[in-house]
């Protein structure tokens, strides 16, 4: 894998309820191996924390995960507090039980990439260096 | 390139075992004894299967307690033999469906439980002296068994006719599954105060399922799962000591709950390693003098984090597998999860499925024919061997750092886990493990299957109905059940005759809850990766 020469910082984040932190520590880690700058808010932030957090740490793209089925509501919440915050330019991506019908309706409100169950982490690394670049 | 023989967790493999591969003393008397006997590697009771099969339990519950009333009843109609409730997570963290907190979130994944008044429309026409039920819920526990009792008395059933579990294994929410509602050490008295409660009044009542699945989901290896769930029991039984109580007055009622993943060999070794050990653990660690003391009586379930989302009608092949090995390892209870579950909760067919995957192995494939087919295969004793090795090992460790509640502290089991699931993760990558339509033998399209949808208005419906309950209580009595709660938390008082109080008064999950925290605290998650 390729190291990264410019530094990209992204935020891991977990929003609403859901203590499922498997996959979210497993990209935190992949990323950071490849030469991201990582922060990760750890469990059960709302929407706001996480926007906060994102300003706060400067970070080019934030990556959320969502098992319980949650997304709809805590995705566009995100988005919501972005455009409020003129932070539109932070990347959105996310990851965990999403089913496509949803992806379509989330990548309408701006999320850029949803990785569902099964990526590697390399496709993530990539798109990540590819679209935060 | 040499092919590595190894399991899922990586355990080595031999390419023959025989009657040398045994430990040097080994010999049936010590180290297998006979099914229901001592140190009951082959099975805590006599007759296994031959005089019942397992409970099949598939754990349900999803949008409002109407919904999964009536999913209860579909499974019971279908041959289910025992109910587990899933709660959604408001419940299981302790919010009420109106609190901002719990938006997007009401009914998703599992049931939405506020008050009482839902727990009377949950067990609508389900007789609670039939069933037993178990609930898969951990911080507000107490709560919830609260709720049931009320509900028994209401239906004027006796506490000691009533049967089932309540998870309430704290500790491995800290180590795993992250569902809490007060830091660790507050977490325990209540454990504690709920299995001395229960000790005196709802004696057929199973007070912790401690529970290795959701370790094993967070990414840990199979003797991982088995260490840190056998060092939980360790830590509950202590506590239990420490508060006082005779090991043999409530050991009985404490049950396991493990996964069963891919690794069809290791994981019956490792229902056998666990029977073996919890045998030994309460006999010579706690002398519990009582043999159903001894007794690793535990509930499975197929391994989630191994259904694959890719080609998902193969996940009934996976499941089948894995339930089996459950079998052949000596489950009490099973829990088969549906082809459809890495993408929404399942529906009625494919939940039907997983039901009738159970009905199968029980018969059709002969297996329950006979007890413990496997006891006495060279490899499967050797596996149980090494598994029970490396899980004292852990154990030790655990000890040495002065029991689970410390090596939670440091971070120990999390990192241990994390590290472990990493592995998997990079393991997959260079395709060194096959996931079969996941790293080889893909497809070029998933076709969509049907799938589950919760309604989103549930939330506004859920928060009228706690509108209503609020409206049509006596405030006073709300006030003051909550005020001897808060008392009995900053005291010593035990916690579950005042938590049954508040639910006689209809207090709110929430209001419970909160009031516990302002004398215990709240904990964070100190995100590490």
């Known amino acids: ?133 | 390139m040499t092919q590595k023989f190894t399991t899922v967790s990586n355990h080595p493999i031999e390419a023959l075992y025989t009657a040398d591969s045994l430990p040097s003393d080994w010999s049936i008397e010590t180290y297998l004894g006979q099914p229901g006997h001592f140190p009951y590697t082959r099975g805590v009771h006599e007759t296994m299967y031959r005089g019942k099969v397992w409970t099949m339990r598939l754990f349900s519950g999803f949008g409002s307690a109407e919904e999964t009333n009536a999913r209860y009843k579909y499974l019971l109609d279908h041959g289910q033999t025992g109910l587990s409730v899933a709660f959604d997570f408001p419940t299981l963290m302790g919010y009420d469906s109106d609190q901002e907190r719990s938006l997007g979130e009401v009914g998703k994944c599992g049931v939405a439980i506020d008050t009482l008044a839902d727990m009377e429309v949950l067990f609508d026409g389900i007789p609670l002296d039939q069933v037993t039920t178990s609930m898969t819920i951990n911080g507000p526990a107490c709560v919830l068994l609260a709720l049931y009792l009320g509900l028994a008395e209401k239906r004027g059933v006796p506490w000691s006719k009533i049967g089932g579990t309540i998870q309430n294994d704290c500790l491995k929410e800290f180590i795993a599954q992250h569902a809490w509602c007060f830091p660790p050490e507050p977490s325990m008295r209540v454990v504690v105060d709920m299995i001395e409660f229960c000790t005196k009044e709802v004696p057929k009542w199973n007070t912790v399922s401690i529970s290795g699945y959701h370790i094993r989901e967070a990414g840990s290896t199979a003797a991982q799962e088995l260490a840190f769930t056998i060092a939980d029991g360790i830590a509950y039984v202590q506590a239990c000591v420490d508060r006082g109580m005779n090991v043999d007055d409530f050991a009985p009622r404490l049950s396991y709950f493990f996964n069963a993943h891919n690794d069809f060999f290791e994981e019956i070794a490792k229902y056998r390693a666990a029977r073996r050990m919890w045998a030994h653990i309460m006999k010579e660690r706690f002398h519990a003098k009582n043999p159903r003391s001894w007794l690793c009586r535990f509930h499975t379930q197929t391994a989630g984090c191994t259904l694959t989302a890719q080609q998902p009608y193969n996940n009934v092949v996976r499941v089948a597998l894995q339930a089996m090995a459950a079998v052949l390892g000596g489950t009490q209870s099973l829990h088969t999860n549906s082809l459809d579950e890495t993408l929404a909760l399942p529906t009625e067919e494919t939940a039907r499925i997983a039901l009738r995957t159970q009905q199968i192995i029980a018969e059709e494939t002969g297996v329950t024919n006979t007890v413990d087919p496997l006891g006495g295969s060279y490899f499967v004793e050797k596996l149980t061997c090494e598994l029970e090795a490396e899980a004292y090992d852990y154990i030790k460790k655990i000890d040495d750092m002065g029991g689970m509640l410390a090596a939670i502290d440091l971070g120990y089991p999390q990192g241990e886990i994390a590290n472990a699931s990493y592995i998997y993760q990079k393991q997959l990558e260079s395709n060194e493990k096959i996931v079969v339509g996941v790293n080889d033998f893909l497809v070029d399209e998933n076709p969509p299957i049907p799938l589950l949808r919760i309604d989103e208005s549930l939330q506004v419906s859920q928060s009228k109905k706690v509108a209503k309950v609020k409206s049509e209580r006596d405030p006073k009595k709300v006030e003051a059940t909550l005020a001897a709660l808060k008392k009995a938390c900053a005291g010593t008082e035990n916690v579950m005759p005042r938590l049954i109080d508040c639910v006689r008064a209809y207090c709110t999950e929430n209001e419970m809850i909160s009031t516990m925290q302002s004398e215990f605290g709240l904990h964070t998650d100190p995100a590490m990766f």
């Open chain 1, 1 to 133: 894998m390729k190291k990264q020469t410019k530094k990209i910082r992204v935020l891991i984040g977990k929003p609403g309820l859901d203590g499922h932190d498997r996959g979210a520590k497993v990209v935190a880690r992949a990323l950071r191996d490849a030469g991201f700058e990582v922060i990760y808010t750890g469990l059960h932030q709302t929407p706001e924390m996480i926007v906060n957090a994102a300003l706060q740490e400067d970070v080019q793209a934030i990556g959320l995960s969502i098992l319980s089925g949650a997304h709809m509501h805590l995705f566009q919440r995100v988005m919501e507090l972005l455009k409020e915050k003129n932070a539109t330019d932070i990347l959105v991506f996310g990851g965990g039980i999403i089913p496509d019908e949803d992806i379509i309706a989330l990548k309408k409100v701006g999320v850029s990439q949803i990785f569902t169950p099964g990526t590697a982490t390399t496709e993530i690394i990539d798109w990540l260096a590819k679209s935060a670049s």
